[in-house]
Structure formats: C-alpha cells, structure tokens
C-alpha cells in the first residue's frame, strides 16, 4: 500500500518556485561557508584582511535577504525566525547559540530603551548605585533599537482593565445621582447617636 497523500493548491499563486528556492539554498550555503567558526579562529594576519573577511560575511548576509524577497515578496511575518535574524533581533536565550561571544566591533548594548556608548561610563546610564540590577540586550550596529518587553503580562492587564471598567461604572452612577435619597440614610440622620444610645435606633416609623 502506498502512504496517503494530499496536495492543497495555492490558489494565490505566492509559493517560492524552484528556482527561487534554489538561489535561496545556494545563499544559505555561502553564508554558512563565510560564517564558518574554524575559519574565524584561524589568526588573521592584518588589518586588511579582517576588513576583508568582514566584507564577506556582510555580503553573504545581504545575498541571503535578497533571496527571501525573491522568494516572499510580500515580505515575512515578525514573528518569523528568518526575519528576526536578518533584522538582529532574534531571541537566543534558550538556544545554542545563548554562549556565543559577540564581536565588539559590530554590536552594541541597550539599556532602558536606550543605546549605551562604549566611551561612556557606566553609571552614565545605570546610576551610581551599587546594588542596581541591569538587563542589557545586544544588538547588531545600525540594527536600531530592540522590541520593548511588555511591562505587565496579558492576564495582569485584563485584572487592571476590569478594575478600571468598575471604576467609571461607579463614578457614572455617581455622577448621574442627583437626587437628595441620600439625606434618607442613617448616617446622615443628626439624631442618629442619640437613638443609638437611648436603645431606638432600629425602630422604624410607617
């Protein structure tokens, strides 16, 4: 018996062709030649070829993201992992990736939303105090600042807006109370003390 199978048609027409997956592949394979950590720990013998060898990585770089336009032109989700690489900010902690050193000279630090100049100090941006925790994030230069975290989670803020709908539920009846009822209320009855101490505070009168 053969396996099932089932073929869904792409009515749009927006699946990558072939060949376009082919150049994808072919600049996946480049990068990953030029991105190759044994070729990175070998001594590089002067100025000229770091800049050189950079040079390559960032091309290989920009071959990958022309073909994923190529390939997707109407662009890719944010939430996709190819397009969190090629924009710097993908999310390492938990991979394998979590350890790898950082190049100095193509990275930069953020800090409450903000860039943290390496000439600087750093207590001129986290303070002077010696007991301040700090949570930094790294990202590529030129790559522009990282995707706030949320301050609160999903369910903290649904408790706060239902609190908050309560809240102008109340002010409203308040607001829309104009009657005098309330001068009807034991609290502001004058005589309310004397009728608690003389035993007749809760006889009522038809």
């Known amino acids: 018996m053969r396996p099932a199978t089932s073929r869904h048609a792409d009515p749009q027409d927006l699946t990558a062709k072939e060949k376009e997956i082919s150049k994808l592949k072919d600049a996946a394979k480049e990068q990953e030649r030029a991105l190759d950590k044994k070729e990175d720990a070998l001594k590089v013998a002067n100025d000229e070829a770091a800049a050189a060898k950079a040079a390559q990585k960032k091309e290989a770089i920009d ?3 022309g073909a994923v336009m190529i390939c997707y032109p109407m662009g890719l989700p944010d939430w996709d ?3 969190q690489c090629l ?5 390492l902690a938990g991979t394998s990736y979590a350890n790898d050193e950082f190049d100095p000279e193509s990275s930069q630090l953020w800090f409450a939303g903000k860039m943290m100049i390496p000439e600087n100090k750093l207590s001129d941006h986290v303070g002077r105090h010696e007991k301040t925790k700090v949570v930094v994030k790294v990202t590529k230069k030129g790559s522009g600042a990282p995707q706030r ?3 609160i989670d999903q ?3 649904k408790e706060m807006m239902a609190f908050y709908h309560r809240k ?3 002010m409203k009846k308040l607001a829309d109370n104009q009657d005098d009822d ?3 209320s034991t609290w502001a009855n004058p005589k309310s003390l004397k009728g608690h101490f003389a035993g007749v505070s809760d006889v009522r009168f038809r």
């Open 87 to 91: 924009e710097g900010n993908e999310e």
């Open 149 to 151: 975290e949320q301050a």
């Open 81 to 83: 992992v190819v397009r």
């Open 182 to 184: 309330y001068t009807a």
């Open 168 to 170: 102008q539920e109340e």
């Open 155 to 157: 369910t903290t803020q």
């Open 63 to 65: 071959k990958v993201r």
